[in-house]
């Protein structure tokens, strides 16, 4: 694996960072969250690729033994005993490499991640209309 470098223009450049298993993997990953949140955009944050939809989504990265999927600390404890089976911590779950990645446990991550940011979005909007 190459050393990472800072500043990645593109979440296409930080994937090519990586042999092409892991690309491969990366791709998938990238490729659920947004066909799950079609209208969200991809930017790279915290040198990890991330995706935005009125607040931050959902960011991922590789590392030498797992893929670390951060879906923040509601998108864990929602999923939580889904997601029992895998480590990670308060904001994020640790998939390893050696095994598939769970894409349609992601796609229900990222879809209740849509569903609250819209939701608080909507919130704040309607504080400023009163």
């Known amino acids: 694996m190459e050393t990472r470098k800072a ?5 296409d450049e930080y994937i090519t ?6 690309q491969g993997k990366l791709q998938q990953l990238r490729a659920t969250i947004k066909a799950s949140a079609p209208d969200a955009s991809e930017k790279i944050s915290y040198q ?3 995706f935005v939809l009125k607040g931050n989504l959902v960011y991922f990265a590789a590392f030498k033994d797992h893929i670390s ?13 889904e997601l ?6 308060k904001g994020t779950v640790r998939f390893p490499l050696d ?8 796609s229900k991550i990222v879809k209740f991640r849509v569903a609250e940011n819209l939701q608080k979005a909507e919130n704040r909007s309607g504080k400023r209309n009163r």
Do not use: V
Request: charged share 10%.
């Open 84 to 89: 029992s089976i895998y480590k990670g911590s």
């Open 17 to 22: 960072l990586f042999p092409e298993e892991i």
């Open 48 to 50: 990890m690729p991330a």
């Open 69 to 81: 999927f951060f879906p923040t600390s509601s998108g864990i404890q929602a999923f939580k005993q």
């Open 7 to 11: 500043g990645y223009a593109s979440i």
């Open 99 to 106: 095994q598939p990645l769970p894409l349609d446990l992601i």
